[in-house]
């Protein structure tokens, strides 16, 4: 009798255990586009970032349950849709579905058109908050895929040492393994706070976590 592919058994498990993420069921159940929401929620709640008011930049956004977050955060009754205190815009790539009150642009922000529809939607205003969710295609070559997530990383600061108020915040996305030293010291060099969070709904196979940089240091 003929065994099946190992590949079909790996699929299978991987979403045996993602109908079954509690992550997964409460994004559904609270109407988020993704189970992402929740590790943006947890590092928040920690650290208090997310204000009425404030002016959020969201990038690498698609599907946008980090700017479905921000945009109950900044709503007077933490609704979904409605009044929102505060300025929302997201940033990717790829098209992303519409979000009540924010604002999304397509195209990569390293080209001089997008950066200036960008600066553009800013209005002439600094962020308060960075958020970036950006992750690259993965190629399974270890140095490869750290000089490209470490790409991300040095792209999204520079974007907030730009785009971002001196006491503002930056959350990114990166992973533990070659370069996660550098990037580490990077975030030191350029914020005065530095945290470096796992939130619970990062799955504990996943080598992501999530650094935090609050107060740009002078340069």
Not at 104 to 119: C, H, N, P, T
Request: proline fraction near 5%; charged fraction near 25%; aromatic fraction near 6%.
């Amino acid at each position: 009798m003929k065994s099946k592919p190992k590949s079909s058994k790996v699929n299978r498990a991987w979403l045996y255990d993602h109908l079954n993420d509690p992550y997964v069921k409460l994004a559904n159940k609270e109407g988020y586009r993704a189970r992402a929401a929740y590790k943006l929620k947890e590092i928040d709640e920690a650290l208090g970032l997310v204000r009425p008011g404030q002016l959020v930049v969201d990038l690498g956004s698609t599907p946008g349950a980090w700017s479905q977050y921000v945009r109950r955060r900044l709503s007077p009754s933490g609704a979904a849709t409605g009044e929102v205190d505060g300025t929302i815009i997201a940033l990717d790539i790829l098209p992303m579905e519409p979000i009540d009150g924010v604002t999304f642009l397509q195209g990569d922000f390293r080209e001089a058109e997008v950066l200036a529809q960008l600066e553009q939607a800013m209005a002439g205003r600094l962020a308060d908050v960075v958020v970036s969710d950006m992750a690259p295609n993965l190629s399974g070559i270890a140095s490869a895929d750290a000089a490209r997530i470490s790409h991300l990383i040095e792209l999204a600061i520079d974007f907030a040492r730009h785009h971002m108020k001196p006491e503002g915040a930056l959350v990114a996305k990166l992973f533990h393994g070659s370069g996660y030293a550098e990037l580490t010291q990077l975030f030191k060099q350029n914020f005065r706070v530095v945290k470096s969070i796992k939130p619970k709904a990062s799955r504990d196979r996943s080598s992501e976590t999530f650094m935090v940089g609050i107060g740009l240091k002078s340069s």
